[in-house]
């Protein structure tokens, strides 16, 4: 495993969610890791679980799984589980399909008794500029991971990696929400799924073609979209990721 390589990275940025809801009905979906550092020390960090709200709400106790380490390397079909219940469902972003769960009290824990996790998180950095937004074509090709229907490489403790294209601009806000959508195989299961624009080698820009990589984190999955209720389009709604971090923001000025 060439853990340098930057997807195999991406897979370590997601976590699979299982729980149980009040009415006894199961759920699952993706959930990713997002930092916020310390201007003054980026040594310090604050990692939190990103998800849409829509797959915790009425989540009375569930599990995210983690890849255990050694080395700083993954340890393959090595995981471990962190519980949950419904104490989580705290921090709303706004009006948005998105909850934000602290991790560092679970991550001190595993720490202090000896257990290390391997993980790789999404930051601040990687959201695009308004201009580097503008910049982009209206067709692009994008990259989600995650649990489709749940599943993933339970050997290997790997999520799935998918791709597709922008079906609408991400420079527009489809019908006046801070949203875009995305032709590709987006089922439940992706909801939470980090969605991302990797390039690698070159792409193509305003002036003709940059040599080079690229990797812009653009926006998470919320949902698919079925024709009539009972047919997938293979069209998926992906909520602007600098609407989520103006939201994450605004809870988290207190700390940052």
Do not use: C
Request: glycine share 8%; charged share 20%; no cysteine.
């Amino acid at each position: 495993m060439n853990i340098n390589d930057l997807s195999t990275q991406l897979l370590y940025t997601t976590v699979p969610i299982f729980g149980i809801k009040s009415d006894g009905s199961q759920v699952s979906g993706t959930g990713f890791i997002f930092s916020i550092f310390d201007k003054d020390d980026t040594s310090k960090s604050i990692p939190l679980l990103i998800t849409n709200y829509h797959v915790m709400e009425d989540v009375i106790n569930g599990f995210i799984e983690f890849s255990l380490a050694e080395n700083n390397m993954p340890i393959k079909g090595k995981s471990i589980r962190i519980n949950f219940d419904g104490d989580v469902l705290k921090n709303k972003l706004g009006s948005l399909d998105l909850i934000a769960i602290p991790l560092a009290d679970a991550l001190n824990n595993l720490n202090k008794n000896n257990i290390n996790v391997f993980y790789r998180t999404i930051s601040k950095e990687m959201i695009p500029t308004t201009s580097q937004v503008e910049e982009l074509s209206a067709l692009e090709q994008i990259t989600f991971i995650g649990y489709p229907s749940g599943l993933y490489d339970n050997y290997n403790k790997t999520s799935l990696i998918r791709q597709g294209i922008t079906a609408t601009p991400i420079w527009n806000d489809f019908k006046g929400e801070p949203i875009f959508l995305i032709d590709a195989g987006v089922f439940p299961g992706s909801s939470g799924s980090p969605v991302f624009i990797y390039n690698q080698g070159s792409y193509p820009t305003k002036d003709g073609i940059s040599i080079g990589s690229r990797l812009l984190f653009v926006g998470i999955i919320s949902e698919t979209i079925l024709r009539q209720g009972t047919t997938y389009l293979d069209l998926g709604r992906v909520i602007n990721s600098r609407a989520m971090y103006n939201e994450l923001e605004n809870i988290m000025r207190p700390y940052i």
